[in-house]
């Protein structure tokens, strides 16, 4: 049975760090490529992140320079370090895994205010 667990999220002030968490099972994690998205209130879902199992990783314009994805192949677990957060930044953050199909995660809420 697969599963996709995100945890880490909750309430950070403008200019803070978060860090998310991903815990992966069912499935042979290093042959996925691990990735996030995200989805903020009335808009749709939007790329953030990924981890390709080559090594190589790819943001979104938005959070380049501030958000960092990476993973541990021997905790089947992938992390994105959030870092000088903005308001813009609050949405549901869920992670996937990607091969021939796809998985995703429930999704944990980050919430970006003062």
């Known amino acids: 049975q697969v599963q996709l667990v995100e945890s880490g999220g909750g309430l950070v002030q403008p200019g803070g760090s978060l860090r998310l968490s991903c815990a992966a099972s069912g499935f042979t994690f290093s042959s996925y490529d691990m990735g996030w998205y995200r989805q903020a209130p009335g808009k749709e879902r939007e790329f953030v992140a990924i981890?390709?199992?080559?090594?190589?990783?790819t943001y979104a314009d938005s959070v380049k320079g501030r958000f960092t994805i990476s993973r541990d192949n021997g905790k089947n677990t992938v992390y994105l370090q959030m870092n000088s957060v903005k308001p813009e930044d609050t949405a549901v953050y869920y992670c996937?895994?990607?091969?021939?199909?796809?998985?995703w995660g429930k999704g944990t809420l980050v919430t970006v205010s003062s």
């Open positions: 996937y895994a990607r091969s021939v199909i796809v998985y």
């Open positions: 981890s390709k199992i080559g090594g190589s990783t």
